[in-house]
């Protein structure tokens, strides 16, 4: 097999997709610290993880617009470079009204990569099941 820029291109997708989940897995893990940091209870934490999710959630259908409007590329880096900055300030947050922004502001951050990565991979290979099946292993990784 001879290596060209689509295998590179759904390496790299795969690896920020792999990211964007490790960002928002490996804060559960972490509640009872949170609980103890914040003086606040598990349901509180639950609450602005919850907006982490719906916030990921909502934003699926506004990354394929800018996709669209933007380029793939100019997302996809967008979407990498938000889930970094969001979850080094959620690392860092003073309060707990801080990590539910910062949570908050992580969902959208990793919203933003998956649907316009599925239609930029699609774009490169012609085999688009293989290319979107690879790309979609990086959430279970993630899990790992």
């Known amino acids: 097999?001879?290596?060209r820029y689509e295998h590179t291109a759904l390496a790299l997708c795969t690896l920020a997709f792999t990211g964007t989940m490790v960002a928002?897995?490996?804060?559960?893990?972490?509640?009872?610290?949170i609980t103890t940091r914040f003086d606040v209870t598990n349901g509180t934490v639950?609450?602005?993880?919850?907006g982490m999710w719906l916030t990921y959630a909502l934003t699926?259908?506004?990354s394929g617009v800018l996709g669209d409007r933007y380029g793939e590329r100019r997302v996809i880096l967008a979407a990498v470079g938000a889930t970094a900055v969001a979850s080094v300030l959620l690392a860092a947050s003073p309060s707990m009204l801080a990590f539910g922004l910062f949570a908050a502001a992580l969902g959208v951050g990793a919203g933003l990569h998956y649907s316009v990565a599925t239609t930029f991979l699609t774009r490169q290979f012609e085999d688009t099941g293989r290319a979107v099946g690879v790309h979609v292993a990086g959430g279970p990784l993630a899990g790992l």
């Open 1 to 3: 097999m001879n290596w």
């Open 24 to 33: 928002r897995l490996v804060v559960s893990p972490l509640v009872p610290e």
């Open 46 to 50: 639950g609450l602005a993880l919850s």
């Open 60 to 62: 699926q259908f506004p």
